[in-house]
C-alpha cells in the first residue's frame, strides 16, 4: 500500500484502542523474568557452547605474533578462531571498524580472537593464556589536536555544509553578538542488556538468537560478512534489553558467535563482556562547536552559524550536530558547516538522537546567552525567532510545528513566572535554586515497514512483523493498532516480533519505529479487511468491524466464523514517496529544569523536570511518556555525567564500566513530568503519528546547563558539567 497525503479518515481515527494508557502486553513476561535476553535462551538449541572474545591490547598498530598453543591445550577448549584461520571476511556496509581485527589493529578492544569452550569460565580462562606481540604505531586520540585536519563530511540528512544569505556580514553588522564554542564528551549508550548472540548452523544455514534493533539491516550485513547468501541467516531477536542506537548494527559478539559455531561445530553463545564493551562498540563522538549568533537590538536573529568538529575512525562518520540549527530559528543569513577529522578511538556512530542531542547541547546555551544579552526571556526570544517554514528552503513547510504553544503551555505548568531573569536570586539554605528551559527538535522519518495478519478460526488475530521492541512498546502499539483495525479488544491479539522470518519492518531506529511500523501493520489490516469483506460477500467499502464482529447493513458474521476453519491470512507494507521533499516533518518540544546548586560544594541536583511534546498523535500516552522520561533522564547523565575519559596517549576509554561511566540512578531524578499536545499530523502516515523515543533527550543537557547558570550565574560550556567547574 502507497501513502497517500494526507491520510483520510480511517479506522484508527476511532480512538477506542489506539491512544488509550495501555499497560504493555509484554510487560507480565518482563516483569516475571520469562522474557529471556538474548544469552539466556539455554533452551532454543541443545549443545550450546560458550566464545569468550579477546580483544586488543593496543589502539593502533600491528599483531606481530600470536601464540594460541596454551589456549588450545586448556580443559574444555574446542576452538579458536582468529582473523588467520577465520577465512574471507568481507566487511558490512554498515561498519566502519572491522568486526575481527588482525593484524592491523584499528582500536583498542577491537576483537582479535573468540576462545570456544564447554563453559564460560573454561573459555575466559584460556582466553588469558593466548600470548600476542603487537607494535604499536602512533595514534590519534585528541579530537582538540586534530580537529583542524577535519574534512566536510555529509550528514545522513542533509550536506556537510549550507548557507543562506551572507552569513559573515550580517554577523558583522548585527548590534548584539554571541560568539562561543561548547564541547560535548565522548559517550557510551550504556544499555542493560550487553551485545549478546547464540549462532548454530544446520549445514549451511546459520540461525542466530541475539539483541538486535534492525533485524533485516543485520540479516544482510552478517551474510554480506560471512560470504553466504542472505536467505540463509535467520535472525532472531524478540526480547532486547535497551539499545539506544548501539545495537543498530552487525558487531562482533553475533560475528564471533557464528565463527565460533563454524570452528566448533556446535552452537555457541557469545556475550561482550561489560569492560569490553565501551571500547569494543560504538559509541557517540566527542564535538567541539562553535556558535555565532547576531540579532537585532530587538532580539530578531538576523546571523546563526553553527559550526562542527568531530573525529571517527577513517570511512566514518560525523557526529551531525549541526542539523536541528538548519531548522529550528528563522535568520536570513545562515551557516552550517560539519568537519570530520581521523580519529583512532572506537567506532562513532549513533546513539540516541544523534546530531540533535549533542548539537541541541551547544545551540540552546547559545540561545540562552544571546536572550540574557539582549535582555529578553529566553522563552520569549525563542517565540519571536519561530518559523512556520524550513529556514533554508522556505517553499517547504513543516506539516507541524508547534514549538510555540509548547513553550507557552510548559511556562504556565511550570512557574517559570517565579523565576528570576537575574541570576543566583533564588536561595534555600544552602542551596542556589535556578530554572532553566530549552527548546527540542528532532526529525520524524517515516520508512516502508511490512507485516502479515492472521485471522484463525477462533477469533485470533496474530501480527507478525521484524520490528522490534527495544524496550519502547512495540509490542503494544502494534497490538493497539491490529486491534482498532480488526475491531477486536487487545486480548484477542498475539504479536510476535524480531524475526527475520517475519515481513520486514522500518526496525527500531532513528525515532520512526513506532509510526512506521504500526502503519505497516495497518496496510496489513486492510488487505485482511478486504478478503474478510470479499469471503463474506460484503461491499469493503461500507463494511464495519466492531466488537468481534464484521457487520454490513443488518447482516453481523462473528469474526472467527469468518475467518472458517483455515483462517485468513494477509500481507502489505506501507510505502511513502516523496513525502519528505514536500513536508518538513519533525517534533518539538519545551523542556524545563528546575536545579539546586550547593553554595558551598557546587553539588547539583536536579529537582523538576517538565517536558511539553508536540509529537503527532500519541499511540499510547503510558508507553510514549514513559520514552520521554527515558530520554529526560538520559539528557540529566548527558548534562552532569556522561563522560567518556580518553587515555590520550594510549588512545582508549578509561572508563569502561558501570562503576566508572556514570549513569542517573533514581535518586538523581526526583520528579518528572510530561504533556503531549496530542494533535493528529495526517502527512505523516494513516497513523497520524510521530516518533517520541529520541525528542525526550534532545534539549534537556542544555535546559540543565541554563538552569544551573540561572542559579548561580556560572555559564559552563564544556559538558559534562561537574561541581568542578563551578568552584
Ligand atoms: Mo537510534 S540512535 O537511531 O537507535
Known sequence: MRFDTPATTNPIDQLKIIGKPTDRIDGPLKTTGAAPYAYERHDVVPNQAYGHVVGAAIAKGRITSMDLAAARRAPGVLAIVTAEN???????????????????????????AVVVAESFEQARAAAQLIRVDYVRAAG???LAAVKDSGRPAPLFSGPADTAVGDFADAFAAAPVQLDATYTTPDQAHAMMEPHASIAAWDGDRLTLWTSNQMIDWTTGELAKTLGIAKE???????????????????????????????????PVKVALPRPLMFNNTTHRPATIQRLRIGATREGRITAIGHESWSGDLPGGKPEAAVQQTRLLYAGANRLTTTRLAELDLAEGNAMRAPGEAPGLMALEIAIDEMAEKLGLDPIEFRILNDTKVDPEKPDRPFSQRNLTQCLRLGAERFGWSRRSARPGQHREGRWLLGMGVAAAYRGAPVETSGARIRLDGSGMVTVETDMTDIGTGSYTIIGQTAAEMMGVPLDKVVVRLGDSSFPVSAGSGGQWGANSATAGVYAACVKLREAVAQKLGFNAAEVVFADGEVRSGNRRVPLAEAAGESGLLAEDRMEYGDLDKRYQQGTFAAQFIEAGVDAATGEIRVR????????????????????????MTMGVGAALMEELVVDKRLGFFVNHDLAGYEVPVHADIPHQEVIFLDEADPTTSPMKAKGVAELGICGIGAAVANAIHNATGLRVRDYPITLDKLL
Do not use: W
Open 232 to 266: 540463509k541467516v535467520r535472525l532472531i531477536s524478540p526480547f532486547i534489553g535497551g539499545g539506544f542506537g548501539g545495537k543498530l548494527f552487525l558487531r562482533a559478539d553475533a560475528l564471533l558467535a557464528a565463527l565460533g559455531a563454524r570452528a566448533a561445530g556446535r
Open 140 to 142: 590519534r586520540f585528541d
Open 608 to 631: 523538576r523536570m517538565l517536558s511539553v511534546c508536540d509529537a503527532g498523535r500519541i499511540l499510547n500516552p503510558k508507553t510514549a511518556r514513559s520514552q520521554v522520561i527515558g530520554g
Open 86 to 112: 577465520a577465512g574471507r571476511l568481507a566487511k558490512g556496509n554498515l561498519n566502519t571498524a572491522t568486526l575481527l581485527g588482525g593484524p592491523e589493529i584499528e582500536h583498542y578492544h577491537q576483537a582479535i
